[in-house]
């Protein structure tokens, strides 16, 4: 199976920063839309943001807009997440996901490839 490998996450503060990245050695991403998702205990998995590698077109959750920035490097094949002003809300498991895809589809269902998902932690 291809999967997709996401860096580690880690335990921050409230207000700290975190930035994850993702990549695969299976395919390059300069075709694909790269998503992040991520799902809290007891909550649904839901999109944080998602970056279209082919324009660079990108979306945010409103919950986040301002704080997180989805970044592509075509050279590394990787995609970033960098998360500044992080809340205790924004403690979950991350997961980057890709898709062959035109536009930027949000639903995870459409997505056919996964990282392993990274805890994100964080302390108020």
């Known amino acids: 199976d291809v999967q997709l490998q996401a860096s580690e996450g880690g335990l921050v503060q409230a207000g700290g920063s975190l930035r994850l990245s993702c990549t695969t050695s299976a395919f390059t991403f300069s075709d694909y839309v790269v998503g992040w998702f991520r799902q809290a205990p007891g909550k649904e998995r839901e999109g944080v943001s998602y970056i279209d590698n082919r324009d660079g077109a990108t979306w945010y959750v409103d919950s986040v807009k301002g704080r997180f920035t989805i970044s592509r490097d075509s050279a590394a094949n990787r995609v970033y997440l960098q998360m500044n002003s992080l809340e205790p809300g924004d403690t979950a498991v991350y997961y980057c996901?890709?898709?062959?895809?035109?536009?930027?589809?949000?639903?995870?269902?459409?997505?056919?490839?996964w990282g392993q998902g990274t805890l994100v932690t964080v302390s108020s």
């Open positions: 996901a890709a898709v062959y895809s035109l536009g930027l589809p949000r639903a995870a269902r459409v997505y056919a490839y």
